[in-house]
């Protein structure tokens, strides 16, 4: 197992994609919360409070959506790249225990999905706290408040991306199988999510979201406000019962089927 | 025992039978050419026996274990399928360190593999920039990583340049001389003929023959071509004795089903003056043909 997680591993880092996956995700992670850093306070229609109040720079702080979905959108990728580039048979060739492969995939796209978490939290937290210093005010959060949310990012995106190899697996191709992702997240789960305050935090997305501390959406998909965050635990539970779901339901189809 | 036994091997695609009941097995330390035509079933066969497709019936082992089973098949079994299979942004080095890591090798086999292919030059650059040749080699390379003691092919002459091709003949034989068993398809009887010591023949999924290369050749038909200014005369003698002649020109016939001698003599008899007797040496090509033949119009039906 260690042997087939560490070949992932190895194969993840000698192509460019997860690199270019990490630099939209920071990219667009920047972009958002600068715009939502020097629209704050300015009393346009998005209403953003100031930075100086708890409620604005927890905005900036928690607008990590896309390395969320970026995260899930790399897990997509971990698996239905296999067979988009047709290296599916050499995998199954040095560990022909398939159920092994689609295993290690998921801890490896995990692992490295912890990273887009980490690199989305620190730029989020760096833009805020640089504005808030540029502008002379005093930090509205507490250290551990900060770190919290984080700490939420950071688990969300690694168990979005283990979630996203099961997609991948199941559905193989990956432009369906990203398409999918952006749909669940901005379509779906909106719609569900509205129509149900009660349902609305067990969805994947805004779990995941909630947990990393998100209220709104900001340019996200857009989560139903007031809703209570589930617990640390919970959630990390929630996250990976849909991994293992969607993985088990891979195995016992599509991963068994025969590569010609 | 043999090294690779294939048994009642069945595969059926919906309506398409790919592979039918197919059994032949291979020897180490020797090469065994595994011919038929495009869409034989020779691709399917060897996945199957590879673990990559699900036989429907049948058997396919590798000592004497199905590929699935067997302990760190790298180590036993080098396999080069598709060679346009490999993620084109790896470099060749990459690719070989992916499949040393999975298949449990020695990191220091990539260099070594790299240079017994001869692309240690090439190492560093992107596989998509790559000719089908030197994919060729990067697949063999791959596929001797773990210095396995079986090597199955699919069509690995493919975007090989004559001198490619000749080179693969030589390190093939090389290969086998270690002890190796080597399993290799190709549509040509005439790539393989010259590195094969068994040849396999499939046609529309069932096996046509499984011999040694030198009697397939034996039981090639011959064909011998006589000028003489009596031909007429000649072949009506020669049809009497049971053999085949066809006049193609005034004074010349081609003869099936008689040798040389045979001819000669039966002229002699008949004080028939021979000006010109060849024999033509058996044409493996026609033998492939004559073996896997089919009506135009049951092709037809295959196709549609």
């Known amino acids: ?26 990219g667009l992670n920047a972009l958002v919360a600068v715009v939502t850093s020097a629209r704050a306070g300015s009393g346009s229609s998005f209403a953003i409070p100031p930075l100086d109040t708890t409620a604005g720079l927890r905005m900036v702080l928690t607008s990590t959506g896309f390395a969320l979905l970026v995260a899930m959108v790399f897990g997509v990728t971990v698996a239905s790249g296999e067979f988009r580039h047709r290296t599916a048979t050499d995998t199954y060739l040095d560990q022909p225990n398939r159920v092994r492969v689609l295993l290690a995939k998921a801890v490896a796209a995990a692992g490295v999905g912890l990273v887009f978490g980490l690199v989305g939290a620190a730029i989020t937290t760096g833009v805020g706290l640089a504005f808030v210093a540029a502008k002379g005010d005093q930090v509205a959060l507490a250290a551990g408040t900060i770190a919290r949310f984080a700490a939420g990012t950071v688990l969300g995106s690694g168990l979005l991306a283990a979630v996203g190899v099961g997609i991948g697996s199941l559905l193989r191709g990956q432009v369906a199988a990203v398409i999918t992702v952006f749909v669940w997240a901005f379509g779906i789960e909106q719609i569900v999510g509205g129509l149900s305050r009660s349902i609305a935090p067990y969805l994947p997305y805004t779990a995941a979201a909630t947990m990393a501390g998100a209220t709104g959406g900001e340019g996200m998909p857009q989560l139903p406000s007031g809703l209570n965050p589930l617990p640390f635990g919970t959630v990390a539970a929630l996250l990976v019962g849909v991994a293992v779901v969607l993985s088990t339901l891979a195995a016992r189809t599509t991963v068994q089927r025969d590569i010609t | 025992m043999a090294v690779i036994d294939i048994r ?13 009941q197919l059994s032949f097995d291979v020897e180490g330390g020797t090469v065994t050419g595994f011919l038929g035509p495009n869409g034989a079933g020779k691709t399917t066969t060897l996945r199957m026996l590879l673990g990559l497709v699900k036989p429907t019936q049948g058997t396919a082992t590798i000592n004497g274990r199905p590929y699935r089973q067997l302990p760190d098949p790298s180590h036993h079994v080098g396999a080069v399928l598709e060679a346009a299979d490999v993620h084109p942004g790896r470099t060749a080095r990459n690719h070989l360190r992916v499949r040393a890591t999975a298949g449990r090798i020695d990191p220091a086999r990539v260099d070594a593999v790299l240079d017994l292919v001869e692309l240690a030059d090439a190492a560093d650059r992107r596989v998509g920039d790559f000719s089908l040749g030197m994919r060729q080699r990067l697949g063999l390379a791959a ?42 398809s190709s549509h040509l009887l005439a790539e393989v003929a010259q590195t094969a010591d068994t040849i396999v023949i499939l046609d529309r999924g069932r096996l046509v023959t499984q011999s040694p290369l030198e009697e397939l050749m034996a039981g090639a038909r011959q064909l011998v071509r006589v000028r003489t200014p009596r ?28 040798t040389a001698e045979r001819v000669g003599t039966l002229a002699a008899e008949r004080s028939i003056p021979i000006f010109e007797c060849v024999t033509e040496a058996a044409d493996l090509e026609d033998v492939f043909f004559q073996l896997t033949a089919v009506p135009t119009h049951e092709h037809e039906e295959v196709s549609r």
Do not use: C, H, S
């Open chain 2, 143 to 184: 596929a001797l990583l773990g210095d396995p003691e079986v090597l199955i092919l699919d069509e690995p002459a493919n975007g090989l340049d004559p001198e490619g091709v000749r080179w693969l003949r030589a390190f093939l034989r090389g290969l086998a001389r270690q002890g190796r068993a080597v399993l290799v």
């Open chain 2, 8 to 20: 009642g091997l069945t595969k059926r695609f919906g309506q398409v039978l790919a592979v039918d």
């Open chain 2, 231 to 258: 031909a007429e005369e000649l072949r009506v003698a020669l049809v009497a004795e049971g053999a085949r002649a066809q006049l193609v020109a005034g004074d010349r016939l081609e003869i099936t089903g008689a």
């Open chain 1, 1 to 26: 197992m260690i042997t087939t997680i560490r070949a992932e591993l190895v194969k993840l880092r000698t192509t460019r994609l997860p690199l270019g996956l990490l630099a939209l995700a920071a």
